[in-house]
């Protein structure tokens, strides 16, 4: 009912504007009977409204339109010239489908006792029959007399009773009777009759319903705005909203009661205002769900699939912008879920469920966003068989599915590159469809995930922010200045102080990683990326960041608080920084640049490094793609061991080095870590000591550390490691080709052995 | 350079300012307000010209600062800017000058082309030339002035 309601007012709202154009085409046409344009729009519109009044079961509303679509058609198809008449019934029907439709509004059916549409259908029948010319008088006084009739008891009961007094509000329509009466110039009383009605009818009319207040219709209720005019609202009362906090700071130390109590109001009055202006951007998602009947019952036909499409949430209201953003997506994942989710019927029959599956949309409001789910009852999503073809497409590394759960390997859906569609169809499925519907929804600050269980369906969720011209923010501070991170992008926040600094800390050839829980996070220093020096400080505030698959850590000065702030744009001579998203005013009225966390991966170029280090810890022996530590060793050679092995990475001067026998060791961490020198235990030339300081790399034994000494560290590389017994020798594994270079691949235990036989 | 003069001559008002001792003008049909100084938040890692973003009743304005833009020596330490705002192309920039003159108007004086021996920064953002009696007034483009990109490197370069 609901629906229903929902679709009249729509179509109420649209017959009014179609018949204020009506009004003056039926005009403009009297002045130029011949036009075709003028008649054919005319047409349009009687039969746009005969239609949808046919199809909400209007049934006198249809009737009258009917006949009146006739005499148009006969005048278009220029059976029919235009004249007097029939420009006369043709105002005096559109006069009478106004009435109607007004009816409509009031009590929701075409009923409405009190408009007669009998005199007018029958007036334009009679023209039909005579050819559009009224041949004589007398049929006219037929038609006019049952109108007097009509009219005559009006002026009776008129003040009494109810139903009459609608009689009067045509009024207009009466006056025009006048005239193709009159024109055949035949009783006067006719004429008379309804002209006596007005004026007495008038006074009735206006009366009529009318109670004191205003009550306004669904047309008048509604204007439309221009969207700049309503974002420039926006604008402005965010600017009151700053101004007005600046005056309540001020006023707290003020004792002019007045002044308080002015100020009160200016606070709330702001709220409100604020409230409402943002409101007038919000639209329901029915706006889009609207389209969706036709779309799944096009598609259904298309792909054979019998479905009951079920809608919750129509109204559930969003920012236009984000409705926009979201329209597309949307439309897809529907198309994505018939086509890939619900099966044929006989397959569905053969599985046991009805033949009609379920699809089934659902928004609401959770937290602040907005939810929408899209749940099919069809297939689900086998993980095995998207982990089978997310490994052929080489969309991840064995490797990285073996430490995926269920959840995690269907979400793989969402990589780019990634379709299961055995066939291509032109609904879905090229490769382009869920890693484009993800990005979209990322770039409106929103989040997509799927639910599947197979054989029993699945579950899209979509959460949006309900407006993208307030995001939720962590604002931080670097320098003077205070930067804002979105949210969406935050995953955590982690303080590192005192010694876990330095054992979680650490610096893969000038790149520091954070080791945090087992995995190691890329760190990104803020002071840095923009281009200044860190200041040295005993503890380290880190900012987990995300965005697309790439994760990193934002190390920062310091952390305000999160808020809400306003996305403003900023200028054409910024364009060209991708670390920015744009800029927002603070409570202080001082502008604060917003971090673009994507923009901010890209251009420290943590994207690449991060799937390499996501994989850091796996082991040598079980995998085919190893993590690796590629270093430099004997001026130039390049020699590498798993990552895995390595602890720490240090620095040492050179004068910390001491020896106690022929051992090398340095005094680390309240103890001794002995140091061997990789180069000559793998048979090369020691080159180690050329560097400024000296690289160690600490190795951690299950009773003791040894740190190998080398020239420096080039890399960490992800590599399939394809040993080659070329190179083999003490120390030595063999080498293998990373990077396009040969490396020698290193036998820690023999290294460290050595160390042992020495000690 | 004739052509540019030829279009220049239709504004008569100009909005004036200082820069190093210069005296500029931008027509005031361009120019949407002025304001002393206003207090700035830096953006790393942009372009020098780029002082700042300024917080303009709530809409954010890029200041420009003219002194770099046209090549000019920078300001002494401690001297504050002030912002002539201008509109550009759908946005608004705030260019920065160290003083702002009068609103002058120019009904009556010759136009002239820019002098050939111009430091080449200088004459890519000058229309024209405008002679007064106790100055000489450059007529600005506030369009080229904003487009920081544009900036012409080498000497010599003239119109680009």
């Given at each position: 009912m609901d629906d229903d309601a929902e679709i009249i007012a729509e179509f109420l709202v649209e017959s009014h504007e179609n018949l204020d154009q009506l009004d003056r085409d039926l005009v403009e046409l009297e002045q130029n009977p011949g036009s075709r344009e003028l008649l054919s729009s005319i047409f349009r519109t009687i039969h746009t409204i005969k239609g949808t009044s046919g199809f909400l079961a209007f049934g006198r509303l249809e009737k009258l339109t009917h006949v009146g679509e006739t005499l148009l058609s006969k005048l278009r198809d220029g059976e029919y010239a235009m004249n007097e008449a029939i420009a006369e019934s043709l105002l005096r029907m559109v006069d009478t489908v106004r009435l109607l439709l007004e009816g409509i509004e009031r009590t929701g059916n075409d009923k409405d006792p009190n408009v007669d549409v009998v005199p007018i259908q029958a007036a334009i029948e009679l023209l039909l029959e005579h050819r559009g010319v009224l041949p004589s008088a007398e049929p006219v006084v037929e038609e006019s007399a049952p109108m007097a009739e009509d009219a005559a008891p009006v002026v009776e009961h008129a003040p009494v009773e109810e139903p009459e007094a609608g009689v009067p509000e045509q009024a207009p329509r009466d006056e025009v009777v006048e005239t193709p009466v009159e024109?055949?110039?035949?009783?006067a009383p006719v004429v008379e009759a309804p002209v006596a009605v007005a004026p007495a009818g008038s006074p009735a009319a206006e009366t009529d319903g009318w109670d004191g207040t205003e009550r306004r219709s669904v047309a008048d209720s509604s204007v439309r705005v221009d969207v700049d005019l309503l974002d420039n609202l926006v604008q402005l009362v965010g600017e009151l909203v700053l101004t007005r906090n600046q005056i309540l700071q001020r006023t707290e130390s003020q004792d002019d009661p007045d002044l308080l109590r002015a100020s009160q109001r200016l606070d709330l009055v702001a709220s409100e205002l604020q409230e409402s202006v943002m409101k007038t951007r919000m639209q329901p998602i029915g706006q889009v769900w609207s389209k969706m009947p036709r779309i799944v019952r096009d598609l259904a036909h298309q792909l054979g699939r019998e479905v009951d499409l079920q809608m919750d949430g129509h109204d559930t209201e969003m920012d236009r912008s984000v409705l926009e953003a979201v329209k597309d997506p949307l439309t897809h994942m529907v198309r994505n879920s018939m086509d890939h989710g619900i099966e044929r019927p006989e397959d569905r029959v053969a599985a046991g469920k009805s033949r009609t599956g379920i699809l089934s949309l659902r928004a609401f409001h959770e937290s602040g966003q907005v939810i929408v789910e899209i749940r099919d009852d069809g297939k689900g999503i086998d993980p095995a068989r998207i982990s089978a073809v997310a490994l052929e497409r080489g969309v991840i590394t064995r490797d990285q599915l073996a430490r995926m759960d269920t959840k995690e390997i269907v979400n793989l859906i969402f990589r780019p590159g990634f379709s299961t569609a055995e066939t291509v169809t032109n609904v879905s499925g090229r490769g382009v469809g869920m890693d484009v519907v993800r990005s979209n929804i990322e770039r409106i600050g929103g989040s997509v995930d799927v639910s599947s269980e197979v054989g029993k369906g699945s579950t899209f969720r979509i959460r949006i922010p309900l407006t993208l011209a307030i995001i939720p923010a962590l604002v931080v501070g670097e320098g003077e200045e205070r930067y804002a991170i979105a949210q969406a992008n935050l995953v955590e926040l982690v303080r590192i102080e005192g010694d876990d600094l330095e054992r979680q800390v650490e610096d893969l050839g000038g790149a520091p990683v954070l080791r945090l829980r087992g995995r190691l996070l890329p760190l990104v220093n803020l002071a840095e990326a923009l281009g200044g020096r860190p200041e040295p400080s005993d503890h380290l505030t880190v900012v987990v960041v995300q965005a697309d698959d790439v994760r990193f850590g934002l190390c920062v000065n310091a952390v305000h608080d999160t808020q809400e702030i306003v996305v403003k744009p900023i200028g054409r001579q910024l364009?060209?920084?991708?670390?920015?998203a744009g800029a927002t005013i603070m409570g202080d009225g001082k502008v604060a640049l917003i971090l673009d966390i994507p923009g901010m991966a890209q251009e420290q170029g943590v994207g690449a490094v991060e799937q390499e280090l996501l994989t850091a810890r796996a082991s040598l022996d079980e995998e085919d793609r190893t993590a690796l530590l590629v270093l430099e060793v004997s001026d130039g050679r390049r020699a590498a061991l798993p990552?895995?092995?390595?602890a720490r990475l240090e620095e040492f001067p050179h004068d910390r080095i001491e020896r106690t026998g022929s051992v090398e060791v340095v005094q680390y961490r309240d103890g001794l870590l002995q140091l061997v020198r990789l180069a000559p235990a793998i048979g090369l030339l020691d080159t180690s000591d050329r560097q400024e300081q000296v690289s160690v790399i600490v190795h951690e034994l299950a009773d003791r550390s040894v740190g190998i000494v080398i020239d420096r560290v080039l890399d960490v590389v992800d590599s399939a490691l394809v040993l080659s017994e070329v190179g083999g020798r003490y120390g030595v594994k063999g080498s293998a080709v990373v990077q396009d270079h040969v490396t020698d691949i290193v036998d820690l235990e023999a290294v460290v052995a050595r160390t042992g036989v020495i000690a | 350079m004739s052509t540019a003069t030829a279009t220049v001559a239709?504004?008569?008002?100009y909005c004036t300012f200082w820069v190093a001792g210069q005296f500029f003008g931008v027509s005031v049909n361009e120019v949407q307000e002025v304001l002393r100084h206003q207090p700035m938040t830096p953006v790393p890692?942009?372009?020098?010209?780029?002082r700042g973003l300024i917080n303009l009743r709530g809409q954010i304005v890029t200041a420009v600062d003219l002194r770099v833009r046209l090549g000019l020596p920078p300001r002494a330490e401690g001297d504050l800017p002030m912002n002539v705002i201008v509109r550009s192309r759908g946005e608004v920039v705030s260019l920065l000058v160290d003083d702002i003159g009068d609103v002058i108007n120019t009904a009556g004086l010759s136009v002239e082309s820019v002098p050939s021996t111009m430091p080449a920064k200088l004459a890519d953002v000058v229309q024209c030339v405008r002679p007064m009696s106790d100055a000489v007034l450059l007529v600005l483009d506030a369009d080229r002035a904003v487009d920081i990109f544009a900036v012409v490197e080498s000497p010599g370069g003239g119109t680009s």
């Amino acid at each position: 009912m609901d629906d229903d309601a929902e679709i009249i007012a729509e179509f109420l709202v649209e017959s009014h504007e179609n018949l204020d154009q009506l009004d003056r085409d039926l005009v403009e046409l009297e002045q130029n009977p011949g036009s075709r344009e003028l008649l054919s729009s005319i047409f349009r519109t009687i039969h746009t409204i005969k239609g949808t009044s046919g199809f909400l079961a209007f049934g006198r509303l249809e009737k009258l339109t009917h006949v009146g679509e006739t005499l148009l058609s006969k005048l278009r198809d220029g059976e029919y010239a235009m004249n007097e008449a029939i420009a006369e019934s043709l105002l005096r029907m559109v006069d009478t489908v106004r009435l109607l439709l007004e009816g409509i509004e009031r009590t929701g059916n075409d009923k409405d006792p009190n408009v007669d549409v009998v005199p007018i259908q029958a007036a334009i029948e009679l023209l039909l029959e005579h050819r559009g010319v009224l041949p004589s008088a007398e049929p006219v006084v037929e038609e006019s007399a049952p109108m007097a009739e009509d009219a005559a008891p009006v002026v009776e009961h008129a003040p009494v009773e109810e139903p009459e007094a609608g009689v009067p509000e045509q009024a207009p329509r009466d006056e025009v009777v006048e005239t193709p009466v009159e024109a055949p110039v035949v009783e006067a009383p006719v004429v008379e009759a309804p002209v006596a009605v007005a004026p007495a009818g008038s006074p009735a009319a206006e009366t009529d319903g009318w109670d004191g207040t205003e009550r306004r219709s669904v047309a008048d209720s509604s204007v439309r705005v221009d969207v700049d005019l309503l974002d420039n609202l926006v604008q402005l009362v965010g600017e009151l909203v700053l101004t007005r906090n600046q005056i309540l700071q001020r006023t707290e130390s003020q004792d002019d009661p007045d002044l308080l109590r002015a100020s009160q109001r200016l606070d709330l009055v702001a709220s409100e205002l604020q409230e409402s202006v943002m409101k007038t951007r919000m639209q329901p998602i029915g706006q889009v769900w609207s389209k969706m009947p036709r779309i799944v019952r096009d598609l259904a036909h298309q792909l054979g699939r019998e479905v009951d499409l079920q809608m919750d949430g129509h109204d559930t209201e969003m920012d236009r912008s984000v409705l926009e953003a979201v329209k597309d997506p949307l439309t897809h994942m529907v198309r994505n879920s018939m086509d890939h989710g619900i099966e044929r019927p006989e397959d569905r029959v053969a599985a046991g469920k009805s033949r009609t599956g379920i699809l089934s949309l659902r928004a609401f409001h959770e937290s602040g966003q907005v939810i929408v789910e899209i749940r099919d009852d069809g297939k689900g999503i086998d993980p095995a068989r998207i982990s089978a073809v997310a490994l052929e497409r080489g969309v991840i590394t064995r490797d990285q599915l073996a430490r995926m759960d269920t959840k995690e390997i269907v979400n793989l859906i969402f990589r780019p590159g990634f379709s299961t569609a055995e066939t291509v169809t032109n609904v879905s499925g090229r490769g382009v469809g869920m890693d484009v519907v993800r990005s979209n929804i990322e770039r409106i600050g929103g989040s997509v995930d799927v639910s599947s269980e197979v054989g029993k369906g699945s579950t899209f969720r979509i959460r949006i922010p309900l407006t993208l011209a307030i995001i939720p923010a962590l604002v931080v501070g670097e320098g003077e200045e205070r930067y804002a991170i979105a949210q969406a992008n935050l995953v955590e926040l982690v303080r590192i102080e005192g010694d876990d600094l330095e054992r979680q800390v650490e610096d893969l050839g000038g790149a520091p990683v954070l080791r945090l829980r087992g995995r190691l996070l890329p760190l990104v220093n803020l002071a840095e990326a923009l281009g200044g020096r860190p200041e040295p400080s005993d503890h380290l505030t880190v900012v987990v960041v995300q965005a697309d698959d790439v994760r990193f850590g934002l190390c920062v000065n310091a952390v305000h608080d999160t808020q809400e702030i306003v996305v403003k744009p900023i200028g054409r001579q910024l364009k060209e920084l991708a670390m920015y998203a744009g800029a927002t005013i603070m409570g202080d009225g001082k502008v604060a640049l917003i971090l673009d966390i994507p923009g901010m991966a890209q251009e420290q170029g943590v994207g690449a490094v991060e799937q390499e280090l996501l994989t850091a810890r796996a082991s040598l022996d079980e995998e085919d793609r190893t993590a690796l530590l590629v270093l430099e060793v004997s001026d130039g050679r390049r020699a590498a061991l798993p990552l895995a092995s390595v602890a720490r990475l240090e620095e040492f001067p050179h004068d910390r080095i001491e020896r106690t026998g022929s051992v090398e060791v340095v005094q680390y961490r309240d103890g001794l870590l002995q140091l061997v020198r990789l180069a000559p235990a793998i048979g090369l030339l020691d080159t180690s000591d050329r560097q400024e300081q000296v690289s160690v790399i600490v190795h951690e034994l299950a009773d003791r550390s040894v740190g190998i000494v080398i020239d420096r560290v080039l890399d960490v590389v992800d590599s399939a490691l394809v040993l080659s017994e070329v190179g083999g020798r003490y120390g030595v594994k063999g080498s293998a080709v990373v990077q396009d270079h040969v490396t020698d691949i290193v036998d820690l235990e023999a290294v460290v052995a050595r160390t042992g036989v020495i000690a | 350079m004739s052509t540019a003069t030829a279009t220049v001559a239709v504004a008569e008002q100009y909005c004036t300012f200082w820069v190093a001792g210069q005296f500029f003008g931008v027509s005031v049909n361009e120019v949407q307000e002025v304001l002393r100084h206003q207090p700035m938040t830096p953006v790393p890692r942009a372009h020098d010209a780029v002082r700042g973003l300024i917080n303009l009743r709530g809409q954010i304005v890029t200041a420009v600062d003219l002194r770099v833009r046209l090549g000019l020596p920078p300001r002494a330490e401690g001297d504050l800017p002030m912002n002539v705002i201008v509109r550009s192309r759908g946005e608004v920039v705030s260019l920065l000058v160290d003083d702002i003159g009068d609103v002058i108007n120019t009904a009556g004086l010759s136009v002239e082309s820019v002098p050939s021996t111009m430091p080449a920064k200088l004459a890519d953002v000058v229309q024209c030339v405008r002679p007064m009696s106790d100055a000489v007034l450059l007529v600005l483009d506030a369009d080229r002035a904003v487009d920081i990109f544009a900036v012409v490197e080498s000497p010599g370069g003239g119109t680009s």
